[in-house]
C-alpha cells in the first residue's frame, strides 16, 4: 500500500489494481495514511488553489423518473419552471456581481431543453456581462445528447460537458431508472462521454451518486470507464464529481448503501491518488465542516454558489431575509437536494483563490493499462466502444 501511495505521489495515474489495494485498506491506521498521502499529493500539485463555480438550474421539467430525485415527474409538489431569457440575463447577472466567472448551467430532461436551446441559453450567458463582470467559461449538465447534438451545443463554446452514470452496476441503474424513461437506457448513458468526444468535446466530466450502490464497485468502475477514455480518445475526464445521496422532498430509497462521513473522506482521498490530475468537484450538498476536510483530501473545485433549486439568485439575495420564511416554503418544492452548506457566497470569496488548473490533464496513452485490466463483465458493458 505504502508503495502504491509513493506512485501516486511521483504523479503517476494508478492501475484498478492499485486501486482495489487501497479500496480494500480497512486497517484505521493504514486508512490514515491513505489519506495522509492524498493530503501531501493535493498540497504538492494544486497547493492552495481551489477552482469555484456556480450552478444556475436553467429548468427543472423532466421526463424522467429517478427515485432520488426531487425533479422526478412522478413528484407532483414539485413546481416546474424554465428561466425565460429575461430571468437568465438578471440570474446570470447577479452571479456576476458576486464575483462568479464559471457557471455550470443545469437542465432537467426535457423536449423543451433540445440542444438548440441548451445552445442557446450558453451564448446568452456568455453575451451577458454586468459591469466588469462576464463569464469566462459556462459548463453545462445535461442528458446525454446524440454527436449531431453534441455538436450544436459544442459550437456554443462550452466548457466542461457533465454528465454523472449515478451508479455503474446495471441492475441497481435500472431498479432507481425505470427502464421505460429515457433515463432507464444504462448504455445510452454509459456511452455518452464518447459521443462526445467523436462529436469534437474532449471536456468531460464523470460522476456516481454514492449511496446507491457499493462504493468499492462504483470507484473501480469509475477508474475503469476513466481509462477507456484516455484509451480511445487520449484524454480521461476533466473532473470527477463526487456527489452523496441526500434527502429531497418526498425520498424514500432504500439506505442501505448510504456512505458515512469517514467512509466518504477515504473515497475522496483514494481518487486523489489514483487520478492525480483529475478536477474533483464538491457541491453545496454536503455541510460547511466536511467540504473543508475534502478539500484537503483532494476535492479541488466547489461550487460557490447555493443555488441548487431552480430560482433566481437576484430575488434570492435581495428578498430572501424579508421573506424568508415564505421563501424556504417555496424553495422545498423547487429544489433537487437538500443543500448542507448554506453560506450565501461560497466556502471561498470568488475570485481570490478561483484560479483554473484547466490546463492539467493526464497525459499519455493506457491502451495497455486498459487492455491489462479488461475483466469480462466490463468486456461486455464498453468492450465495443473502444473501436468506435
Ligand atoms: S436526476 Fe436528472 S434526469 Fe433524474 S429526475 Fe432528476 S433532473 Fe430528471
Sequence with gaps: MREIIQKSLDKNRLTMEETAVLVNTTDPALVEEIKEGAR????????NRIVLFAPLYVGNYCVNNCKYCGFRSSNKEQIRTTLTDEELIRNVEALEDDG??????????????????????????YATKKGKGSIRRVNINAAPLDMEGFRIVKEAGIGTYQI???????????E????????????????????????????????ILFGLYDWRYEVLAMIRHTNHLEACFNVGPHTI???????????????????????????IAI???????????????????????????????IDGGTNLQIGDYK?????????????????????????????????LPPGSHGRALYGIQCAGLHQALLHSECHPYFERILGGLRHA
Excluded: W
Excluded at 462568479?100 to 446568452?124: D, F, M, W
Excluded at 452514470?165 to 441497481?172: D, F, K, L, S
Excluded at 486523489?272 to 484537503?296: C, H, N, Q
Excluded at 424556504?328 to 448542507?340: A, M
Design 40 to 47: 501531501e499529493l493535493k498540497r504538492r500539485i494544486y497547493g
Design 100 to 125: 462568479q466567472k464559471r457557471l455550470i448551467l443545469v437542465y432537467g430532461e426535457s423536449p423543451k431543453y433540445s440542444p438548440e436551446y441548451i445552445a442557446h441559453t450558453v451564448k446568452v450567458t
Design 164 to 174: 454523472f452514470q449515478e451508479t455503474y452496476c446495471p441492475e441497481i441503474y435500472n
Design 176 to 207: 432507481y431508472h425505470p427502464t421505460n424513461t429515457k433515463k432507464g437506457d444504462y448504455n445510452y448513458r454509459l456511452t455518452a462521454m464518447d459521443r462526445a468526444q467523436q462529436a469534437g468535446i474532449d471536456d468531460n466530466g464523470l460522476g
Design 241 to 267: 464529481s463526487f456527489p452523496r445521496i441526500k434527502d429531497a422532498s418526498g425520498l424514500n430509497i432504500d439506505k442501505k448503501y448510504f456512505v458515512d462521513d469517514e467512509t466518504f473522506e477515504k473515497i
Design 271 to 301: 481518487f486523489r491518488l489514483a487520478v492525480p490530475y483529475t478536477g474533483m468537484i464538491l457541491t453545496a450538498r454536503e455541510d460547511a465542516a466536511f467540504r473543508a476536510k475534502a478539500i484537503e483530501y483532494g476535492i479541488s473545485q
Design 315 to 347: 430575488y434570492h439575495h435581495e428578498e430572501e431575509e424579508k421573506n424568508s420564511d415564505k421563501q424556504e416554503d417555496q424553495n422545498l418544492h423547487r429544489e433537487q437536494f437538500k443543500i448542507g452548506d448554506d453560506r450565501s457566497h461560497g466556502l
